[in-house]
Each structure stands twice: as structure tokens, then as C-alpha cells.
């Protein structure tokens, strides 16, 4: 094995390492982690959406409350 060689087998052994760590067992590593963090972030993201809703709902409902008292 001459020179070339081994730097391309070392290369490729660094380059498995850092693919081990980005993509881990299945869910463990980086990207992993990442698609944990965006799961949450939709989650959150849909309770302040109905809390927002819910608010305007209630808005709107007082709104139509304090008309109606002002016509009578």
C-alpha cells in the first residue's frame, strides 16, 4: 500500500466517524437531535395557535356582548 492509499483509508475513516456522530444508531445523533428540537418547536407552536384562537374567540365575543348592551 503506498502512500495515496493510506491517506484515502485514513480520510475515510474520519469521514465515517463524522457520519457516525451526524447520524448516530437511528435517532441518537445530530440529526436526531434535530428532529427532536423541530417537533417540539411544531408542538409549542400549535398551543400558542389555540391559545390565540381561543383568545379571539373570546374577543369577538365580548365585542358582540358590549353591542348588543349599547342597542337596547
Do not use: P
Not at 9 to 22: E, F, G, S
Not at 41 to 61: D, I, S
Amino acid at each position: 500500500m503506498n502512500d495515496f492509499e493510506s491517506r484515502v483509508l485514513a480520510d475515510l475513516a474520519v469521514l465515517k466517524n463524522q457520519m457516525l456522530v451526524l447520524v448516530g444508531d437511528g435517532n441518537s445523533g445530530r440529526i436526531g437531535a434535530l428532529e427532536e428540537r423541530v417537533t417540539e418547536h411544531e408542538r409549542r407552536f400549535q398551543n400558542v395557535r389555540g391559545v390565540a384562537v381561543t383568545f379571539g374567540a373570546l374577543l369577538t365575543l365580548t365585542q358582540f356582548l358590549i353591542d348588543f348592551l349599547r342597542r337596547r
